[in-house]
């Protein structure tokens, strides 16, 4: 495949899948969208039409085997990832996968070895990771412009009504794997990661407040010790009234303090301050030239094809994500229990 676009097989075609399909026809040098997947046959006919795509499929196994593709990007609910993912990394695809990146440990690992032992690319939809402006917060951290990180204050809350009616799976456990810890907190705990380093224990608590979600938190607050020394602590809603969208993240330093906001308004990016000792907050410039552009889907997608086409791990590979996830489970372990749990590499 090298120095064609990679062939994508869309499996799920809702909101995520939306973004997705949306940074892929922005690059049809490197990405082109040959094959379309639903269970809702109707949507899956629909988009295919629209997209002049010819192989449809309401099978995610029959586009496995049959469909013209080199990798598939699963934008299903979270409970068929792995089975999916397994399959197409059986099949010798490239496996793209939103996140969280399956509900359980045993499937997360299922996942990775599978994909180790084809030889393919998984990469777990991580898109934070892609944003100029984190990626500029990370940089400055770890060039050690607020001097040594002592402690993470991370506020992401959601009016998730607003996207998905009651009744939604996301809503439930039993085809969510958990609530606003594991749909939401799995990219925010990332985020954490990404930023100051990763995070050795946690103690949580979850609550479901609205009792529309079935045995799913929309509530969670969770205490974090970061590898290196540092503390942090992290609240995640689902059920955030009237906050549409909100990411608020301010890293403490010995020698200064960063502060990125994403103000309640809808708006998704983050406005990125900078204060050194005795100086004032002042932005943060977000110069990463080895992002393609402002766009993270994009940059996330254009990252995917390249590893493809160059056979190496991508920044949030499967294996780099177990600890993401460890860290998801071991939140909701000390839920249950009232323990702080620590987070181990279970590679
Ligand atoms: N929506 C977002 O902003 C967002 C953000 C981050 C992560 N995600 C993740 O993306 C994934 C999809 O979420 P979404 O919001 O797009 O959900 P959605 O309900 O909007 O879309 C999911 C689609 O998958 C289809 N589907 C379900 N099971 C399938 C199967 N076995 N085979 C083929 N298609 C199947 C459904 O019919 C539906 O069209 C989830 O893992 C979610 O956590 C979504």
């Known amino acids: 495949m090298s120095g064609k676009p990679l062939r994508i097989g869309m499996i799920g075609l809702g ?4 973004a997705h399909l949306a940074a892929c026809d922005r690059f049809p ?4 969208l040959t094959a379309v997947c639903d269970i809702n046959e109707a949507l899956a006919r629909s988009t295919a039409q629209r997209r002049r795509v010819q192989a449809v499929y309401s099978d995610a196994f029959r586009l496995i085997d049959e469909g013209p593709i080199d990798a598939v990007d699963i934008c299903t609910p979270q409970c068929v990832h792995a089975a999916i993912a397994v399959a197409a990394a059986r099949a010798g695809k490239h496996v ?3 996140k969280p990146m399956a509900c359980s440990l045993d499937d997360c690992l299922a996942m990775v070895r599978a994909a180790e032992e084809a030889g393919v690319v998984l990469m777990v939809a991580q898109n934070q990771r892609y944003r100029p402006q984190w990626r500029a917060v990370r940089d400055a951290c770890a060039a050690g412009v607020i001097g040594t990180v002592r402690g993470i204050d991370v506020c992401a809350t959601l009016n998730i009504f607003q996207g998905a009616a009651p009744g939604h799976w996301v809503y439930d456990a039993r085809s969510a794997g958990g609530g606003v810890m594991m749909s939401f907190a799995a990219g925010v705990l990332d985020l954490v990661r ?6 050795v224990r946690v103690s949580a608590v979850v609550r479901t407040a609205d009792l529309r979600f079935v045995g799913a938190e929309d509530w969670a607050a969770v205490n974090l010790e970061i590898a290196g020394g540092a503390v942090g602590q992290l609240l995640v809603a689902f059920s955030a009234a009237p906050s549409p969208w909100r990411d ?11 502060c990125a906001a994403a103000p309640p308004s809808g708006r998704l990016e983050p406005l990125i301050a ?9 932005p943060l ?9 402002e766009d ?3 940059n996330q997608i254009l990252h995917f094809a390249q590893c493809c086409r160059e056979g190496r791990q991508p920044l949030s590979s499967g294996r780099d994500n177990l600890l993401t996830m460890q860290a998801i489970f071991a939140a909701y372990k000390s839920a249950a229990t009232g323990s702080a749990v620590e987070v181990n590499s279970p590679l």
């Open 96 to 98: 793209l996968v939103e």
């Open 296 to 298: 993270m889907f994009a």
């Open 285 to 293: 410039r977000a110069a990463c030239p080895d992002l393609p552009g």
């Open 274 to 282: 900078l204060a050194q000792e005795g100086g004032e907050f002042r």
């Open 194 to 199: 990404y930023l100051v380093g990763d995070i």
């Open 15 to 18: 909101r995520a899948a939306r």
């Open 29 to 32: 040098e490197s990405l082109c």
């Open 248 to 258: 608020n993240v301010v890293i403490f330093g010995d020698a200064g303090t960063i």
